[in-house]
């Protein structure tokens, strides 16, 4: 072991070496663990003790220190102050190499995938398995890969197929493979299921428990309760940047974690459900409406009234966000016919579906939704560019203006409209995109999954702004992997299947098990 | 509604004070590293800091700086012109004929300007037309027009030098205005229009946008296809213009004129601070970009040193100015 390197490790050590050793079966402590960034205390006192073969959830709004803390137990931050025990032993890890060494695993919420490089490439990335004359062993490296995606249920996908032809749910799995292919002691989960189904999500699970089972520690960081619930030994709750309270999982509930997690303020809203409006005329209506990737002839049909919002429900591949980008001319249509307030139309680009009155919250934030580099005012008014200028000429202050009158209509919370939008926490990001749309008084809204990534509170805050407009009068078309989400949201949930409407649900007939029963059925067409 | 109004006043000025600190921040760098130049060499060389050699100082950055101000578009949304040079030779060579003809001065001179400016304007219009409709890289598609464009030159003009230019035409090579020579403020009024354009209009925040999420520019339901094209048509245009001043200047308009020229104009964008990536620099950036590279070569001819010397140094300038900025966007962004 290298000889302690500062002070406060030394002491932490000596304090604990000895009985940690001899009582406790925890396999990593944290002790009041500081992290200052600048003059941003990003950690004030985290302490956490990780038992071996347990699961442990660690919740917290963002920002609460969770991201920060992660990052420190895997190499990429050396904390300010405080110290972490491994066996007993200091650790501190000199990066995410040494990390990694020491058995401490990460499937991060961002991809690090090469998108251009297969999935076995992928997997078998951090060491490339190579033949007796130093040469890549591909063959090797295929079985490798095989057998890591198979333990995860993966058999569908081909190991030789480039990563960025597979969907955003595939990658995540597939970075879950290869962080399992090493051996791991601790294998820290940061909020895998963002963007999974509930069957993925249950095979996930199913995973989990299997490497736990191995005597795995697994560290599962998650704004999904009822998963924390379902599947977890302990919590941790952190609320900003320090630690709250660890629970065993069968003394606590979601309300109480909930309230510990938000501190004073009451997620009150989230327990709110919309209440009905008078359903105005029909904004918008598919008839057999069909992309380029639908398989069936019959496509997607239904009516989306002013006043309403309409719940699309289904798994990965069922065709939800597609259909979106369908309406809202981003990918050709294939076949069937879209009726704007009863006239036909057709767009051929984004821009005609804008002009027609349609906006669109896409799932993809960072690349789709703003500009990260850019003012927030700016990034506010980029898809409403004629209101703020004159002749082609941009007005700042009308910017501005329009930014400021947004921002405090949707409660954002930013450092200064001038301030980057990369500078916002996730919830005032979306925040940022929604007032985006807003600018333009849209008539429909399409939402794909509006709270992606979302921390409890700004996830209650946007709630509200869709149910007032709803009240206002816009049409709103929702897609959700989050089932609870759109129970509390919608008038009506549409479940697709295969790129079609599988059964529509009304809201007295809101259910998990309901639409559950409709996404995994598969039509009977005669096949 | 009064005490809105003045702190939405505030906001918006504590915005640009914030904003323009940062930005000075930014340009403050390159801003030091010519200062730090012009201090070395007045000291280490007697003519450096003589009205002359200002002046001829200013004549030289003249033809880099316009095409940078150019280049400034193509590269802030993550493009790059290698044609420049080319087109310069081919603006030159078609104003040339345009000029020898026999129409009268005023009115020959006027076709010269006009034909160097369309054919530039043209050559950038189809630079931006082909790379943004296939979405190819512009890196191949102006490789290509380099040699279009290089070809074409010699052919029109037989690969022969046009000379002798009415007299008219070459006093305005060589005017100055207070020591200050025209066809630099020319210049000048072109990076201050390129500011504008950039920094004022819905044009120039979307290119900016473009830049640094093509998609996110697209869903806002604006037309990619055509900011591209008007980027490239833009860097056209100062090729025509860059040609023209040329020919004032050099009395000649040949064919192998401006070999390499881009290479110089996309170093004075690089080390202006823009990045190769696209979505953030600026105008004032490429301005001192192109005086650093600009009296760093005649301090470096003033100190004596070898044309093989001086290319050795200005290359490590680059590659220092480049590592040097990438520490400068570090610290700026945090």
Redesign the interface.
């Known amino acids: 072991m290298d000889i302690v390197q500062t002070r406060e490790a030394s002491q932490g050590q000596t304090d604990n070496q000895e009985t940690l050793q001899d009582i406790s079966p925890d396999i990593l402590t944290v002790r009041d663990l500081h992290k200052n ?2 003059g941003v205390k990003a950690l004030k006192g985290v302490s956490l003790s990780l038992r071996a073969g347990e699961v442990h959830a660690l919740v917290g709004e963002n920002g609460a220190g969770k991201s920060t803390l992660i990052k420190i137990l895997t190499g990429v931050f050396q904390p300010s102050a405080g110290d972490i025990l491994l066996d007993g032993q200091v650790y501190k890890p000199a990066g995410p190499r040494d990390a990694k060494f020491r058995g401490i695993q990460v499937v991060h919420q961002e991809f690090n995938l090469l998108p251009h490089l297969s999935v076995a490439e992928n997997i078998s990335f951090e060491q490339m398995p190579r033949t007796r004359l130093g040469l890549l062993d591909k063959k090797e490296m295929d079985r490798r890969a095989r057998v890591a995606l198979d333990a995860i249920g993966l058999q569908d996908v081909d190991v030789n197929a480039r990563v960025y032809s597979l969907g955003i749910a595939h990658r995540q799995l597939i970075e879950i493979a290869r962080a399992l292919q090493s051996d791991s002691r601790i294998l820290i989960l940061d909020e895998p299921t963002a963007t999974l189904t509930d069957r993925e999500t249950d095979r996930l699970f199913n995973i989990v428990a299997a490497i736990r089972a191995q005597g795995v520690t697994v560290v599962f960081v998650s704004h999904h309760l009822n998963e924390v619930f379902a599947n977890c030994d302990r919590v941790t709750v952190l609320r900003s940047g320090e630690t709250i309270v660890t629970e065993e999982i069968s003394e606590t509930s979601p309300d109480q974690l909930v309230a510990l997690m938000v501190g004073r303020r009451l997620a009150k809203e989230m327990a709110l459900e919309k209440t009905t409006t008078e359903l105005g005329s029909v904004a918008l209506s598919l008839q057999n409406f069909r992309v380029a990737k639908s398989p069936y002839e019959e496509g997607v049909s239904f009516d989306l009234r002013y006043g309403e919002i309409l719940g699309i429900a289904g798994l990965v591949g069922a065709g939800r966000t597609e259909l979106l980008r369908g309406i ?1 001319g ?1 990918d050709p249509v294939a076949s069937g016919q879209m009726m704007r307030e009863g006239t036909p139309v057709s767009f051929a ?3 005609e ?3 027609s009155g349609i906006g ?1 919250v ?1 799932e993809d934030r960072k ?9 927030i ?2 990034n506010v008014a ?2 409403a ?2 209101k703020v ?1 004159q002749k ?3 007005n ?2 009308a910017e ?2 329009l930014a ?1 009158r947004l921002g405090s209509m949707l409660k954002l919370k930013s450092g ?5 939008a990369a500078s916002l926490s996730g919830g005032n990001q979306q925040k940022v995109v929604i007032a ?1 749309w807003l600018a333009r008084d849209p008539s429909v809204l399409l939402l794909d999954e509006p709270t992606r990534g979302v921390d409890v509170g700004a996830k209650a805050e946007i709630y509200a702004i869709m149910r007032s407009l709803a009240q206002k009068g816009v049409a709103m078309l929702v897609v959700s992997s989050e089932l609870p989400e759109l129970i509390t949201l919608c008038d009506r949930i549409l479940v697709l299947s295969d790129h079609r409407v599988q059964g529509e649900i009304p809201r007295e007939a809101f259910s998990e098990e309901a639409i559950l029963r409709l996404a995994y059925q598969r039509k009977d067409q005669g096949i | 509604m009064n005490v809105e109004a003045t702190g ?2 505030q ?2 000025f ?3 004070k ?2 323009s600190f940062k930005s000075v921040l930014r340009e403050a760098g390159i801003g030091l590293a010519l200062v730090a130049l012009v201090i070395i060499f007045s000291v280490t060389t007697e003519h450096f800091l003589t009205a002359n050699n200002i002046t001829n100082i200013l004549t030289q950055v003249t033809i880099n700086l316009v095409l940078a101000v150019g280049m400034t578009f193509v590269i802030l949304i993550g493009g790059i012109d290698l044609s420049v040079g080319s087109l310069l030779a081919l603006c030159a060579v078609v104003a040339g004929k345009a000029i020898s003809l026999d129409v009268g001065v005023p009115m020959a001179i006027s076709l010269a300007v006009l034909a160097a400016v369309l054919a530039g304007t043209v050559c950038g219009l189809l630079n931006g037309a082909i790379s943004a409709f296939w979405a190819l890289p512009s890196f191949i598609i102006t490789l290509g027009m380099l040699n279009v464009a290089r070809g074409a030159a010699l052919h029109i003009s037989d690969a022969r030098t046009i000379y002798s230019f009415p007299s008219e035409f070459n006093a305005f090579g060589s005017m100055t205005l207070y020591g200050i020579p025209v066809v630099f403020l020319v210049a000048l009024m072109l990076a201050l229009l390129a500011w504008f354009v950039l920094t ?7 290119l ?2 473009l830049g ?2 093509e ?9 990619v296809f055509w900011c591209k094209v008007a980027a490239f048509t833009i860097c056209g245009f100062t090729a025509g213009i860059a040609a023209i001043i040329y020919m004032a200047r050099l009395n000649i308009s040949s064919p192998i004129a401006g070999v390499g020229f881009e290479l110089n104009a996309i170093a004075a964008v690089i080390i202006g601070g823009t990045s190769l990536s696209g ?2 620099g600026s105008v004032l950036g490429t301005l001192l970009g192109a005086f650093i590279i600009g009296v760093l070569a005649n301090g470096l001819i003033l100190l004596g040193l070898s044309d093989f010397m001086r290319q050795m140094i200005t290359g490590v300038v680059i590659i220092v100015a480049v590592i040097l900025d990438h520490y400068r966007a570090k610290y700026t ?2």
């Open positions: 960034f600048g809202f981003i680009s984004p821009r579906a804008i002009k669109f896409t690349d789709e939704g703003l500009i990260l580099d850019m003012a005012a700016a980029l898809a560019l004629e200028s082609g000429l941009l700042r202050l501005l203006s400021d200064g409209l001038s301030d980057r985006k | 939405l006043a906001t918006a504590t915005g640009r914030k904003l004022r209009t819905v044009f120039g925040r979307l900016y946008g640094n999420s998609e996110a520019v697209r869903l806002a339901g604006h037309s979505g953030r962004r945090n």
